[in-house]
């Protein structure tokens, strides 16, 4: 998406990626197939690209530290470094004086004493690294669990996490450039199901204007502490008494902006675009309201049992007014794997929803 977003203002893309059925790769004019930290690629980008970006939290920081030598590099290596690592990130948010859940850094399986932890159970373990979409977290219950929890991840660095109360998940994206101007998209509410993002709404049907605000405040806070520039995405859960709670944020355009290419007039992908080359960041203007379901390669399966994928009925989608599918080209389709997303944009948002659930109905996929 940011490659076609790149390319309608006359870029050329090079995209480094060892998937040689990488989505982006294939979109791209030039796909170097190789290592993150492959030293002909780096050099190619270096020589060739005006400019650099990461689609992709887990880059190895030190390649993109070594490009900003030479060009201009967006989001920073250090923040991106931030984002990569859940005790570096929750100790961001803390030094950003942005409220967190409660938790504590998991270096060895002493650090999940009884004592020590008691005020985090029921809690959910989560590995500091490379987790996503819910993966590297599981809940846990007492200290026998936990620990056993993280044997089971391998020793490897974890956060616990106190669960908390969930009343409603909303993210803010904001996008900040080199000399610190920063914009935002309007406040995302986001529905998880089994840890992955299911349907994003837009405007936040829950959110009340005043939260929505705390939520832009904070997330632009995050973003010049890092000394951010690009596109960043703060995830907040809302607890019932309206208190908000950062969760985690994503150092890039995110899922739960997708929705910007259709319903706004200047997207997550444009920009990020602006902010890597510098061009003006006038307020994105919701023109939309939106409804975006994720689309999962379970859609591809008839049902629990099925081994042979089909093709969803996406003419039947399509019949309804004001859908926009985005298919990613993604070679496999596999349970949990997010091959798509579609936006239902609409007049007004009792239609957007209305539609969407139709499109839910179609695909048989729950209602929300
Ligand atoms: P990922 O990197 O997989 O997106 P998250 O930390 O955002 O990981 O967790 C995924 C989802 O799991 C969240 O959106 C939320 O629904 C749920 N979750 C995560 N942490 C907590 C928590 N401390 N309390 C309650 N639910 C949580
Ligand atoms: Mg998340």
């Known amino acids: 998406m940011f490659v076609h977003e790149a390319q309608t203002l006359g870029f050329r893309v090079a995209v480094l990626e060892p998937d040689p059925g990488s989505p982006a790769g294939a979109a791209a004019d030039i796909h170097l197939r190789a ?6 690629a780096l050099a190619t980008l270096a020589q060739d690209a005006m400019a650099v970006t990461t689609e992709f939290e887990n880059v190895p920081a030190e390649a993109l530290s070594w490009l900003a030598r030479s060009r201009p590099v967006a989001p920073p290596a250090a923040a991106v470094q931030v984002c990569q690592h859940r005790a ?3 100790a961001a948010f803390v030094a950003a004086g942005v409220p967190c859940a409660p938790h504590a850094v998991v270096a060895a399986a002493a650090d999940l004493d009884v004592a020590a932890i008691a005020a985090l159970l029921p809690g959910i373990l989560k590995t500091a690294s490379l987790g996503y979409d819910g993966k590297g977290q599981v809940t846990v219950h007492s200290a026998d669990e936990a620990r056993a929890a993280f044997l089971r991840f391998g020793s490897v660095p974890c956060v616990l996490e106190k669960r908390l109360p969930l009343h409603r998940e909303i993210s803010v994206i904001v996008a900040r450039g080199a000399d610190g101007q920063l914009v935002h998209l309007p406040v995302q509410q986001n529905l998880h199901r089994d840890g992955i993002l299911a349907v994003t709404q837009v405007p936040a049907p829950d959110i009340d204007a005043a939260l929505a605000a705390e939520a832009v405040a904070l997330a632009s806070r995050m973003a010049d502490s890092l000394a951010y520039v690009g596109v960043l995405c703060v995830e907040f859960f809302v607890l019932a008494d309206g208190t908000l709670v950062a969760n985690e944020m994503a150092p890039r355009p995110h899922n739960s ?3 910007s290419i259709d319903a706004c007039d200047l997207s997550q992908f444009g ?3 602006r902010t ?3 061009w003006p960041l ?3 203007r919701l023109h939309s309201p939106a409804v975006m379901l994720n689309l999962l390669g379970d859609l591809w399966f008839a049902d629990a049992s099925s081994t042979t994928p089909r093709t ?3 003419p039947a989608v399509l019949a309804l007014p004001g859908v926009h599918l985005h298919l990613y080209g993604k070679a496999e389709a596999r349970r949990g794997r997010k091959m798509g997303h579609l936006t239902v944009t609409a007049a007004d948002a009792a239609t957007a929803r209305a539609v969407a659930l139709q499109a839910t109905r179609l695909l048989g996929l729950p209602a929300f």
């Open 312 to 314: 969803p009925d996406w």
């Open 276 to 278: 890597l080359v510098g």
């Open 282 to 284: 006038p307020a994105p």
């Open 35 to 40: 290592p993150y930290t492959d030293a002909a």
């Open 271 to 273: 920009l990020q675009l």
């Open 257 to 259: 902006g997708h929705y």
């Open 88 to 90: 570096r990130e929750k």
